[in-house]
């Protein structure tokens, strides 16, 4: 097997939030491939957010650093940007003018007008353009919010459970769309979801993380052709396979956990 | 069949229904335009009233038709205009220290607990206090009339301009300013794509109260020291017996309060975000 080239070094990050005492992230070392997407699961709490507003630079770890394409994060930038849970529109703009933002604040928005209308029309959104953002459905939005993280061309997509909003339908169409984006144009994405099929669904790998601290415990390969069929047999146990071993790892740890206590 | 019956006649429940028929902003106009009738009905009736009582007969000029040839007269010699700019830039002066205060200090209010939590008394205590109460402090901290009276307005707008922007600030959704940093925004444009149009309209809803408040403070300021304005034309009008010049300027600081409003009311309109 090729090594594949990886974009983003995470190297022994620890994190413990002010006036606490015990860490939420303890020695997470990872390294994700490039134009990949790894999908980051755990239990809620677990610290899958904290960790991914690291690599997004929102959030300065305690210890250890994240390292995306040989630069050290320390502040948030257009070239590595979030997609949050909520689509967090800007009620007072139109669907053109929220997607267009990242360029607006770069100063390109002129030169890359054509990009805009490009994008709203790959996330679905043309005939909607002129309208406020109020006016669309929260399927809609997050293709709005999609439309805008992708307009400033980012090197790495972050996505912190994007699609857990929505209904089932939209769902599982925008965790095609965006795969497809992911692998059509190169860009790397991590995105943090708590559905195992989800998961399995979009990622080229899974990483499982478990809490108390948030570790990292296990890592596993999706080796299936884009677009997944979801009924197939080879799917269905690879969702098997993933929750057992994330059942098996989180049961181990607690147990641990508990034996220590005593 | 008696003739009566085959005339046709309108209900007033048919008018009624006929009436609801109508497009909606037809139907508001009429009512805004009823409204303005029925005052000036019971303004005449007030009129006919006080002219017929001989206690109050040399009131008379109160009445509708002597208080709109004052009015005219006024507008003909164009002496309504000096008062008029007297005012408004009064106005405008004690609003635009109740802005630059009050906008920021809002800011702080609605951003900071802690600057909310300490604030929150005094400026409780501060904003029942009648702005006219301010007076004798004003009158011996300014050097002239017209700064005093300014520094009345101010203190008058200030309130409703702190506490509207505070509202607007605390209803601003964190996760616009991270989505903003996130795409690479730095303080101005936070403040100029973000904060402003944010809170925009709660910023003028504000200063809507503020004029509102300010409008009605000023006639009594003007009461005092100044020789210019529509108080001190009042208080005028009031000293040479001229009550249709009086009850004239009183139509006047209604129309320009009215206006005023509606410019408020435009721009709440115009920066609004929420879509109904
Ligand atoms: N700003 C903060 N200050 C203190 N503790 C925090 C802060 N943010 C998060 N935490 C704690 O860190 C832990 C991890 O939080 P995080 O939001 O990263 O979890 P998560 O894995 O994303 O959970 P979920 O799946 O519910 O979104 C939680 O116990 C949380 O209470
Ligand atoms: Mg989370």
């Known amino acids: 097997m090729t090594t594949k080239a990886s974009s983003v070094w995470i190297s022994d990050l620890s994190h413990t939030f002010k006036k606490q005492t015990k860490p939420t992230l303890k020695n997470i070392n990872l390294t994700i491939p490039k134009g990949q997407l790894t999908a980051l699961i755990g239990r809620s709490g677990c610290g899958k957010s904290t960790l991914l507003q690291m690599l997004a630079g929102l959030l300065i770890p305690s210890d250890g650093a994240v390292r995306i394409n040989a630069h050290t994060v320390t502040k948030p930038s257009a070239k590595w940007n979030m997609m949050f849970q909520k689509p967090s529109l800007y009620p007072w703009m139109t669907v053109r003018e929220n997607a267009a933002l990242g360029l607006v604040f770069s100063g390109t928005y002129k030169a890359k007008q054509d990009r805009v209308e490009t994008l709203l029309e790959m996330v679905g959104l043309a005939e909607h353009k002129d309208k406020n953002v109020q006016q669309l459905s929260g399927g809609q939005q997050q293709r709005v919010a999609l439309a805008r993280s992708l307009a400033t061309e980012p090197e790495i997509l972050l996505l912190d459970e994007p699609f857990s909003a929505l209904d089932a339908f939209t769902r599982t169409q925008l965790q095609n769309e965006v795969a497809e984006i992911c692998h059509n144009q190169g860009i790397t994405m991590v995105m943090v979801t708590h559905d195992i099929d989800e998961a399995v669904a979009m990622a080229d790998k899974v990483v499982i993380m478990s809490q108390n601290p948030g570790e990292i415990v296990g890592e596993m390969e999706v080796n299936l052709t884009y677009p997944r069929d979801r009924s197939v047999d080879e799917f269905i146990s690879l969702k098997e396979k993933l929750f057992n071993e994330f059942e098996k790892i989180d049961i181990a740890k607690q147990n641990s956990i508990n034996e220590d206590n005593l | ?276």
């Open chain 2, 1 to 276: 069949m008696s003739d009566s019956q085959i005339k046709p006649q309108l209900s007033f429940g048919q008018a009624l229904a006929g009436f609801k028929n109508l497009p909606n902003w037809l139907q508001s106009m009429i009512n805004a335009t009823s409204g303005m009738l029925i005052l000036l009905l019971v303004w005449w009736i007030g009129g006919i009233l006080i002219s017929a009582n001989p206690d109050t007969e040399a009131f008379a000029a109160f009445a509708p038709e002597a208080t709109f040839s004052a009015l005219w007269y006024l507008i003909e010699t164009g002496s309504i205009w000096e008062t008029i700019y007297s005012s408004l830039s009064r106005i405008i002066s004690g609003l635009f220290w109740g802005v630059v205060i009050g906008v920021p200090t809002g800011v702080l209010v609605g951003y900071f607990l802690m600057f909310r939590q300490i604030a929150n008394m005094p400026f409780q205590f501060l904003r029942m206090i009648s702005p006219l109460a301010w007076m004798p402090i004003a009158v011996l901290a300014f050097e002239t009339w017209d700064s005093a009276i300014v520094f009345l307005l101010a203190m008058a707008t200030i309130w409703p301009i702190v506490f509207g922007t505070a509202h607007g600030v605390q209803r601003i959704d964190p996760n616009w300013f991270q989505v903003a940093r996130n795409l690479g925004a730095d303080g101005y444009q936070m403040l100029r794509r973000v904060i402003m149009p944010a809170i925009a309209q709660d910023v003028f809803a504000g200063i809507r109260l503020a004029i509102g408040v300010a409008w009605v403070v000023l006639v009594p300021a003007e009461y005092l020291g100044v020789t210019s304005g529509l108080g001190y034309a009042i208080n005028d009008a009031r000293d040479t017996l001229e009550y249709d010049t009086l009850a004239a300027v009183v139509v006047v600081i209604g129309v320009i309060g009215y206006l005023l409003d509606f410019i408020a009311v435009t721009l709440i309109k115009r920066y609004s975000w929420h879509v109904e």
